[in-house]
């Protein structure tokens, strides 16, 4: 939209009704002006009434209505048309143009609908006519047909442009109004962005805090177990428990002021990816859980809501091993496919994790897979064990474009 600079305004803006009570004054002292700077002639065909109190009368009946243009158009109209008609049929001298029977006109037009603005200027011309046909008063008596036209067009050319300020008065309000929606629609958008971020971070904070919670209760079980028959291997334990810590307290701070703050930009810990996961398994293979990470295919960059959600996929794979499948070994294959990205995570523990949708965990990897139009499939295996299977499309481009990709 093309924004213009403000105007210098030499006069004060007024209120509307004062500047059309200003108006209305003005009209009518000039239109007075005129009157009593005429003087009658009655030489000829044309006897014109002297003017008194009554010709100033209607020249006021016609002025001072103006005051109320704006809320009353058609009846300002009808007021001023008729002492208009009034002071040419008693027979006062013709003070020139009829201004104030112009601004009712173009109020008329611009102020009221198209059809009654119509009816008004069809009302005007007819006027015209009917005073020149019927020779109504001496100036009326005079003028030539040619005059009427002159007049009639006139007329007609106020009115078109009434109707151009109401039509681009209208268009401007139009286009205010769209502005406004359009900032309410992106105030709206921004607070529903915020909101999925705010989801984004807090099932981040889960994973972070589920899987290391996790790492930490294996370790200190068999911390607890080896610290009078292997003190060594329970100081190993423990170190993994405090790396875990250190861990989790590192990736939460970050976290939590991001859901403190409206700020999305905040959470200024990277996030992690496929290129992480040689960490993460090593994570968990000081946890106690023994895993084979396998990579298949040739190892690029992808994009970042890919691999961040490939690695959490992973991670809560690994956690739910650690938390369900009791003593076990784990292994994890990314193969990487022209069109998609697959990830396999499977274990030979003779328990069960919980069924599908019991927990958040296998509940977020589905949301995680089906957000990009793809496929998970969990659930044990034949042999034993269980097997958590993803295949993530690798154009990077959530299938719901509304939703933030956790």
């Known amino acids: 939209m093309d ?29 007075l002006g005129l009157l009593l700077g005429v003087r009658a002639y009655r030489g000829g065909r044309l006897h014109y009434t002297e003017p008194g109190l009554l010709a100033v009368l209607l020249v006021a009946a016609q002025g001072l209505p103006l ?51 119509l009816l008004a200027a069809a009302v005007i011309a007819a006027s015209f006519v009917a005073l020149y046909a019927f020779k109504v008063g001496p100036y009326w008596s005079s003028v030539l047909f040619s005059t009427v036209v002159w007049l009639v067009l006139i007329f007609a050319g106020v009115w078109v442009w009434g109707r151009y300020v109401q039509v681009r008065r209208a268009y401007t309000a139009e286009l205010e109004a769209r502005a406004e929606r359009a900032e309410r629609d992106r105030e709206a958008e921004a607070r529903r962005a915020v909101a999925a971020e705010r989801v984004r971070i807090a099932r981040e904070l889960h994973d972070v805090v589920a899987h290391h919670v996790s790492v930490t209760v294996v370790q200190a079980g068999a911390a607890r177990q080896l610290l009078d028959t292997a003190p060594e291997r329970a100081r190993s ?52 859980l023994p895993v084979r990470l396998r990579i298949e295919g040739s190892r690029r960059a992808l994009p970042a809501v890919v691999e961040l959600s490939a690695y959490r996929i992973v991670q809560e794979a690994l956690t739910n091993i650690l938390k369900h499948a009791g003593p076990a070994r784990a292994e994890v294959t990314v193969c990487y496919g022209p069109a998609t990205l697959e990830l396999t995570v499977v274990d030979d523990g003779a328990l069960r994790p919980p069924p599908s949708g019991s927990g958040q965990g296998l509940v977020g990897m589905r949301e995680r897979v089906a957000l990009f139009g793809g496929q998970l499939h969990a659930g044990p295996r034949p042999e034993g064990g269980f097997q958590v299977l993803a295949r993530l499309p690798l154009d990077g481009t959530p299938v719901d474009q509304g939703r933030t990709v956790p």
């Open 67 to 117: 005051v109320w243009r704006r809320r009353r158009p058609l009846l300002v109209l009808v007021v001023v048309l008729a002492a208009n008609t009034a002071y040419y049929a008693l027979g006062f001298p013709a003070t020139g143009f009829d201004f104030a029977l112009l601004v009712a006109v173009y109020s008329a037009a611009a102020y009221t609908s198209q059809r009654a603005s």
């Open 237 to 288: 334990a423990l170190a993994a428990i405090e790396d875990a810590g250190r861990r989790a307290l590192t990736a939460m701070p970050s976290l939590l002021r991001a859901l403190r703050t409206d700020d999305a930009d905040d959470l200024r810990a990277p996030q992690p990816t496929l290129a992480d996961l040689d960490d993460l398994v090593g994570g968990v293979i000081a946890a106690g």
């Open 3 to 31: 924004v213009r600079p403000p105007q210098r305004r030499w006069l004060p803006r007024l209120p509307q009704r004062a500047a059309d009570g200003l108006l209305g004054l003005l009209v009518t002292a000039w239109q």
